[in-house]
C-alpha cells in the first residue's frame, strides 16, 4: 500500500504561481509512474502532468508552458510548479502513483480568483 499525501494548495489571484509537492510512502519510489490529476464539480477527472520513472513528462495541453512537474526520488516527492495561473485552474488537485497498482491522494484545492 502507497500513502500520497498532497500539500501547497490555497487562493491565489490570477497570473500567480503555487507549487504542490505529493510525499509518497512508496519503498522504491523511483520505479512509479507519478502524475498529477485535477477535478471541478460535474467534471471528469483529468490528466494534468505526468513524470515517468525514466523521467519522461506529459503535460495536458492546456498547461503546457505554465506548468512544470520534477520529482525529487531522493525525498519521494513529486512536484507541481503551477506558474500563470488562470481561474480555469481552480479545481482538486490530486497526486497519482502507479507501479503494478493505482494510488490516489487525498486531494488539495486550488483557488485562483481575485
Known amino acids: 500500500q502507497v500513502q500520497l499525501v498532497e500539500s501547497g494548495g490555497g487562493l491565489v489571484q490570477p497570473g500567480g504561481s503555487l507549487r504542490l509537492s505529493c510525499a509518497a510512502s512508496?519503498?522504491?519510489?523511483?520505479?512509479?509512474?507519478m502524475a498529477w490529476y485535477r477535478q471541478t464539480p460535474g467534471k471528469q477527472r483529468e490528466l494534468v502532468a505526468a513524470?515517468?520513472?525514466?523521467?519522461?513528462?506529459n503535460y495536458a495541453d492546456s498547461v503546457k508552458g505554465r506548468f512544470t512537474i520534477s520529482r525529487d526520488n531522493a525525498k519521494k516527492t513529486v512536484y507541481l510548479q503551477m506558474n500563470s495561473l488562470k481561474p480555469e485552474d481552480t479545481a482538486v488537485y490530486y497526486c497519482?502513483?502507479?507501479?503494478?497498482?493505482?494510488?490516489w491522494g487525498q486531494g488539495t484545492q486550488v483557488t485562483v480568483s481575485s
Open positions: 497519482y502513483a502507479h507501479r503494478t497498482s493505482d494510488y
Open positions: 512508496a519503498s522504491v519510489f523511483s520505479t512509479y509512474v
Open positions: 513524470i515517468g520513472s525514466g523521467s519522461s513528462i
